[in-house]
């Protein structure tokens, strides 16, 4: 398999549960390293507990030479501290769209998008499903940055079993979640179809898509504890 770095930002019980390296989360050692290699310019950047975590992300990723990054992306753009000028993107994502942010980023859908993708360079687009308007303005922007763009398939045949879900996206049948958070279903589906258009710099069998997806755990995505169900997601859209 590849090794793969992933940064995300949702936690349960610690912060270093959003710095993974194939799905183990990175080290209180390995944070407390980094920090005090670097205290004196984090202090003196006044920095918040996410930018800081995507700098340790960033720099323990290269420490350990991960084949493949995967970072989540909060604002997007140039104002987001996963943007590094110079990174070699593979693949852009938009997960979901709506009004948020809106003294940064927009008071519209549309300026919203543009800014999401206002960086965008040679890589491949990804979007979901959007209006034909949206989907039109945000083709327009990818072609003039020299992208190329892709709309997410629908996914089909979804059920709730025992807390899991299952559902259905071409080619692949019965697939399985280890969540019963029905918005995770779009994001599975992005995934799926990410690994599709990497396919030809990081080739992956099918069965490999199915364990994937059965043994991934997103943290605070209507994740159940003793009875309490916990879910950070900050919008329905998300």
Same mark, same amino acid.
């Given at each position: 398999g590849y090794k793969v770095g992933l940064l !995300?930002? *949702?936690? @349960?019980?610690? *912060?270093?549960?959003?710095?993974?390296i194939n799905g183990k989360p990175a080290s209180e050692e390995a944070f407390s390293r980094f920090y005090k290699e670097n205290?004196? @310019? $984090? &202090?003196?950047? /006044?920095?918040? &507990?996410w930018q800081i975590l995507t700098a340790f992300a960033l720099s323990l990723f290269e420490e350990e030479k991960v084949q493949l990054m995967i970072?989540?992306?909060n604002l997007g753009g140039d104002i987001d501290p996963t943007y590094v000028e110079g990174e070699n993107q593979k693949l852009v994502i938009l997960? *979901?769209?709506? $009004? +948020? %942010?809106?003294?940064l980023l927009g008071t519209t859908l549309s300026q919203i998008a543009l800014n999401k993708i206002s960086l965008l360079d040679s890589s491949s687009l990804l979007i979901p499903a959007l209006d034909d308007e949206l989907s039109l303005l945000i083709r327009e922007e990818a072609g003039q940055n020299g *992208?190329?763009? %892709?709309?997410v398939d629908a996914y089909h045949f979804e059920k709730l079993v025992d807390?899991?879900?299952q559902f259905t996206y071409q080619p692949y049948k019965d697939l399985v979640i280890p969540s019963k958070a029905h918005y995770l279903l779009n994001d599975a589906a992005l995934a799926i179809?990410?690994?599709?258009? $990497?396919?030809? +710099?990081?080739? !992956? /069998?099918? /069965?490999?898509v199915y364990e994937a997806l059965s043994k991934t755990h997103i943290p605070m995505a209507m994740e159940e504890r003793n009875g309490i169900i916990y879910d950070a997601n900050s919008n329905v859209e998300a």
């Amino acid at each position: 398999g590849y090794k793969v770095g992933l940064l !995300i930002n *949702s936690f @349960l019980e610690s *912060s270093l549960e959003c710095v993974q390296i194939n799905g183990k989360p990175a080290s209180e050692e390995a944070f407390s390293r980094f920090y005090k290699e670097n205290e004196k @310019l $984090l &202090r003196k950047s /006044d920095l918040s &507990r996410w930018q800081i975590l995507t700098a340790f992300a960033l720099s323990l990723f290269e420490e350990e030479k991960v084949q493949l990054m995967i970072l989540e992306s909060n604002l997007g753009g140039d104002i987001d501290p996963t943007y590094v000028e110079g990174e070699n993107q593979k693949l852009v994502i938009l997960t *979901s769209l709506s $009004l +948020e %942010h809106t003294a940064l980023l927009g008071t519209t859908l549309s300026q919203i998008a543009l800014n999401k993708i206002s960086l965008l360079d040679s890589s491949s687009l990804l979007i979901p499903a959007l209006d034909d308007e949206l989907s039109l303005l945000i083709r327009e922007e990818a072609g003039q940055n020299g *992208s190329q763009f %892709h709309v997410v398939d629908a996914y089909h045949f979804e059920k709730l079993v025992d807390g899991r879900f299952q559902f259905t996206y071409q080619p692949y049948k019965d697939l399985v979640i280890p969540s019963k958070a029905h918005y995770l279903l779009n994001d599975a589906a992005l995934a799926i179809e990410a690994t599709n258009l $990497l396919k030809a +710099e990081f080739p !992956i /069998d099918g /069965d490999k898509v199915y364990e994937a997806l059965s043994k991934t755990h997103i943290p605070m995505a209507m994740e159940e504890r003793n009875g309490i169900i916990y879910d950070a997601n900050s919008n329905v859209e998300a």
